[in-house]
Structure formats: structure tokens, C-alpha cells
């Protein structure tokens, strides 16, 4: 199959607004494809080359996209980046600029085109995946280069197709419940394999392949103990919610493996925990949460970010910032897939398994070993909240979580059985869309960040809500300002627009009415808490949080 047909497809799904209709798009593609062109096609419809099982990533960005573009059409490197702006994004940049200078009878397939996508991850750095690039984008049409571009950057084609409507249209397909679909996907981590298991009417035969990330289930805040009684009838448990860094963890054989909650592997930035998980019998997968921890006191968040980001972890640095695994959920264990068990099953699971060799928490929070299980506790009365919640904060912890204990574990879902209970006004997860110069000591540096929250979970439009440009150390500043360097789109001096991919924790004060901003909104007196590079740009906080939060203040 021709690439072009699939780039053609792509345009008549992003021409629609209705769910049906894209379904319906996909499902008549995909009957006319090879099993072999089946499973490419709806690995790239999830927006990826490779499956979530796979964890090779291109380590393609925007700054080695845009010198393509300009070798090919010598275009000026402003009207690139006014394109950019313009359209919101770097393929649909191109498409204006190709014409003329590349291809215009389409002849790729979708094997030639995941050809040049493994020889781009095998590239190493821009100067060695540029020519590549520019010979393929000559061998393309403008609409073909649109895709290859998308693809490229990867995550979201941005044409309102996501993999669960990839999932939906399979199972319009061969006619089964999309739960069979998603069960198979979410257990071998392959939407391509996925693809030809229910063609052929296989999908029963999916079984758990370790060493790709589930995705994580999340918890829904609340700002009061009133809010539990609404979800949760019964008694519910009360944990400590823990300020580190969202970790899943598999172990088959020798082999221990730990992913982040942005479901990239941090295997190598953590060793002792790898080496104290390989110690606990069987074959299973953790859901838990990485902490700083010294002589059993949890550390702030910012001690651990020494850790993250580090290709290398040195001997000095595992001396300076050791930390403990705190595990808080097991999703399969020896075979059984346990995520529709109910939690407090899937406690003693947890606890007969960490115990004999880790140790448990004590309520005063110290931790006397690597991997120990949460600080968890069955709770009756909501009245308890306040003071748990005190607690858990006197013991260098984030705050509360409650969860239903017959709750199922639901990948990638936000639902209101697991709650994280969080006091006075909430902070926001936000994307940084634009860096300023800073003045006086810190005018070398990107150090005044604009930055916005997405407009809903399924729409991916930013808003911007305010600028700070307190709470970094100087050495994130720099690493920050190099890092927004390298990836402004548009430059105005002092002001840079930048690629949305840095995630910033703001707290402030209050949320007012703002015309200045598209939101609608402005946060007062906003700082930044902290650098959340465990978390992408698709998992920041969106408008509908900012206006509850605007409602109750």
C-alpha cells in the first residue's frame, strides 16, 4: 500500500468532527491491506512508527526538521517559523514550503517509509539523521510529507484520531466489543499486532508480555473530605500520597525493568532500587512511586532531581541522593493478570510479596528498606481526613490519596475511585509555550516562562494562564535555557515561542478573570514548584480544572 493512501485517509479523518465517521474511515482502509500493511497502518494511525512495546524512540525534534526543510526549499528561516506559528505545528509548516522541490507522482509504500523510520533511530544526532530526512521528504509528495513529519515527532497525528479510535474501528471491524481490542493492546503493548490478532480472530490468544508500560491509573482531586461520600459508600482506604516520581516496574527472570509515568524506561537512573526489586520472587509488574529517601526520611522532591534526566548516574551522585521504592499496587503476578481483581486483593498480593524482603512502614514514615509497600490504612469516617492529611505531610509527603478498595485497576483512565485529596487551592500541571530573558543576574538566561493548560482532555489546544519565573535553581535555569534554545519555533528577541514539551508545577494564590489571556483566566501570583520531567505535555491540567478552581475561591 502506497503511503500517500494512508496520508489521504488521514486528511478525510481530520475533516470530520464525528467519532462514526472516522471509525468508519479506518475500517474500509483497513480492509484493503496485507496483514503486513495492517499492522503498519494502525501503528501509525496511534501516531508512532513503533509499538509501546518497543522502546526505540527517533530522537527526532523540530530544530533538525526545520534545517530539512530550509537545505530542500532554501526557504528564509523567519517565514519558517512564521509558518509554524501560523498553523500550530511543523508538517502543515512544510506542506506550504515543499511544492516545487520535491516529489509529485507518490511511489513510497508504508514498508518503505518504517524502513527510513529504522534508519533514523539508528542515526545518532542531527548531523547524521539530517540527509536523511531531506532525501526522503524529496521522495515525497507535500501531503506524504505532512505525515512523515507528524510521524517523526510522534504521540498525536493531531487530526482527532486517538488509539482508542484506532481500537474502536477494529472492533467495528471484525465485529467484537472494543474491550476485546483494548484487553489484547493493552496486554501485548502492539496495536499493529493487535490489528492482525482480530482479523484473524485471534484475540483471545493476547497474553501479557512483560517489559512494555501499562499505562498508569489516576486519581481525580478533591479539596473536601464531603467529596469521598459521593464515590465511596463504604470504607475506603486512606494513603499517603507520595511527592517522587511514578515508577512502574516488571520483573521476569533476572531481568528488572522501571518505567515512567510518560511510559519511557528509567532503568539505568536507579540501580539499587533494580537491584532490591530482583531480589523478590516470581515474575510480576509494580505500580508505585520512587522517592529521595535518607537514614529512612523521605526527602524533598527537589533532592531527587538529581536523578532524573541523567544519562549516566555516578557513584557520587547514588552516594548524595539515595532512594527507595514505595510500591502501592501489583498488576500481574506469575501468570494471572490482576488489574480486574479488587484493590484490597491486590493489597495482600502486594504485601505478601514485598514483607519478607523489604519492610513496612511504620506511621511515623520511616523507611528501613529499599522496597517497601505504602503507608495505607482502612478508614470508616471521613471526620479522619484532616488530620491523616496533616500527617502524611509531617512525614515529607504530598498529602492524601483514597481509594475505593474494591476499585479495579483501569489503565490510562481518570476516574473517581482512586481520589488525591489536596488542600487550600491545587496546583497546576501547565506546558511552557513561550521564554523571556530574564533581567539583572539573570539576564543570560530563559528564566520568565508563559505558560498554558490544554483546553480539554481531548482537545489538545494550549491556553495560556500566566507567567512565572520564580522557584528553579540556576542550574535547571541553564539547562532549561539551553533546552528552549534549541527548540524555539518563533524568535522576538526576548521573547522566544518554544516547542510545548516542558512541564512546570505552578502553585499560586488565587485564579481571576483575565481578558489578556485566551482562557479567560490568570493565575495570581504564580511559582513554580517544581520541573515535572516525569510528565508529558498530554498529561498537564486543562480549562475545566482552572474554572473549578476559579468557582471555589
Known sequence: MLFVEFANVCEQVAATTKKLEKAALLKAFFAQLTDADLMLAARFFAGTPFPLSDQRVLNVGGAVIRDAVIVLTQAEPGVWSRLVVEHGETGRAAQLLLPGHVATVPTLTLADLMAIYEQLQTARGPSKKLPIIVATLERLTPLEGVYFIKLMLGGDLRIGLQEGLVEDALARAVEVPVAQVQRANMLIGDIGETAVLARHGRLDEAQMRLFHPLKFMLASPIAEPEEIRK???GPFFAEDKYDGVRAQAHKQGDRVALYSRTLDEITHRFPEVVAALSRLPGEWILDGEILAAREGQILPFKALQARLGRKDVSAELLEQTPVVFIGYDILYQDGAVLLDDPLYMRRVRLEDLILPYGGEQPLDGVIAATVVPSLQLLIKHIDRIDLLF???????????????????????RRGREWLKVKKALATLDVVVTAAEVGNGARRRFLSDYTFAVRRSADDPELLNVGKAYSGLTDAEIQELTDWFTAHTIRDFGRVKLVEPEIVLEIAFDTV??????????ALRFPRIVRWRRDKSAAEIDTLETVQQIAEST
Open 512 to 521: 481571576q478573570p483575565s481578558a489578556r489571556h485566551k482562557s479567560g483566566y
Open 231 to 233: 464515590n465511596i459508600a
Open 390 to 412: 496533616d500527617q502524611a505531610r509531617a512525614r515529607g509527603n504530598e498529602g492524601l490519596m483514597i481509594k475505593d478498595p474494591d476499585s479495579r485497576y483501569k489503565p490510562g
